[in-house]
């Protein structure tokens, strides 16, 4: 997507580690504008795909998935970071490696159970934790997995090899190649 590749050579900035940051547009300043233009590229590419719900991981997927929920008119559903007072929840359990720990997720099973047709929003794929995790709770509440948006796939740590090679349907929307040297490679 071409507005969004531009934007993250403007504003994007490299950290150690394979990081990159997009606190100007996305994870703390956020440019509605762009947000809804990434959801309507979103609708797009999954619009062969019967869904009723978009799901999400608190708290950097929320904004993109609530625009897409808007569009398509679909309830948006995030999984929170325990602990939490909720009952009857289904529970996973995530390695971040950008903080280098594990954090338990839950989601209610009033809001995630059989017959759900999900579509998985978020901001970055990098290594595919946070999408395993999410792929773990659908597989508990009996639900299908339709498709997985990412604004932004690091290629170069293949969680989205991974994600493909099991047969989901993901789409992203700027594949970074590398950071190498922090100089940002997207793919044309
Ligand atoms: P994964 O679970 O695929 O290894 O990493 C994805 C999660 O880690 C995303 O939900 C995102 O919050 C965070 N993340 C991974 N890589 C980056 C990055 O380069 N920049 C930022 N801002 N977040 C990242």
Same mark, same amino acid.
Request: negative net charge; contains cysteine.
């Given at each position: 997507?071409?507005?969004?590749?531009?934007?993250?050579?403007?504003?994007?900035?490299?950290?150690?580690?394979?990081?990159?940051?997009?606190?100007?547009?996305?994870?703390?300043?956020?440019?509605?504008?762009?947000?809804?233009?990434?959801?309507?590229?979103?609708?797009?590419? &999954?619009?062969?795909?019967?869904?009723?719900?978009?799901?999400? +991981?608190?708290?950097?997927?929320? *904004?993109? !998935?609530?625009? @897409? /929920?808007?569009?398509?008119?679909?309830?948006?559903?995030?999984?929170?970071?325990?602990?939490?007072?909720?009952?009857?929840?289904?529970?996973?359990?995530?390695?971040?490696?950008?903080?280098?720990?594990?954090?338990?997720?839950?989601?209610?099973?009033?809001?995630?159970?059989?017959?759900?047709?999900?579509?998985?929003?978020?901001? &970055?794929?990098?290594?595919?934790?946070?999408?395993?995790?999410? +792929?773990?709770?659908?597989?508990? *509440?009996? !639900?299908?997995? @339709? /498709?997985?948006?990412?604004?932004?796939?690091?290629?170069?740590?293949?969680?989205?090899?991974?994600?493909?090679?099991?047969?989901?349907?993901?789409?992203?929307?700027?594949?970074?190649?590398?950071?190498?040297?922090?100089?940002?490679?997207?793919?044309?």
């Amino acid at each position: 997507m071409k507005a969004l590749k531009e934007r993250i050579i403007r504003d994007g900035k490299c950290f150690e580690g394979g990081i990159l940051k997009v606190d100007n547009f996305i994870n703390h300043q956020m440019d509605p504008i762009l947000m809804k233009s990434m959801a309507v590229e979103f609708v797009r590419r &999954f619009a062969g795909s019967s869904i009723n719900k978009i799901l999400t +991981i608190e708290a950097s997927g929320i *904004a993109p !998935a609530i625009m @897409v /929920g808007y569009l398509l008119e679909l309830p948006v559903v995030f999984a929170k970071k325990k602990p939490s007072t909720m009952e009857n929840m289904l529970t996973t359990t995530v390695y971040s490696f950008t903080k280098d720990r594990t954090y338990d997720v839950c989601i209610s099973k009033d809001y995630l159970h059989e017959g759900d047709k999900v579509l998985f929003i978020d901001d &970055f794929l990098a290594n595919g934790n946070a999408a395993n995790g999410i +792929i773990d709770l659908v597989d508990k *509440a009996g !639900a299908e997995l @339709v /498709g997985m948006g990412f604004l932004i796939e690091k290629a170069f740590q293949h969680g989205g090899d991974e994600l493909r090679s099991q047969g989901i349907h993901v789409e992203s929307l700027a594949i970074i190649e590398s950071l190498d040297g922090c100089k940002i490679k997207i793919r044309d």
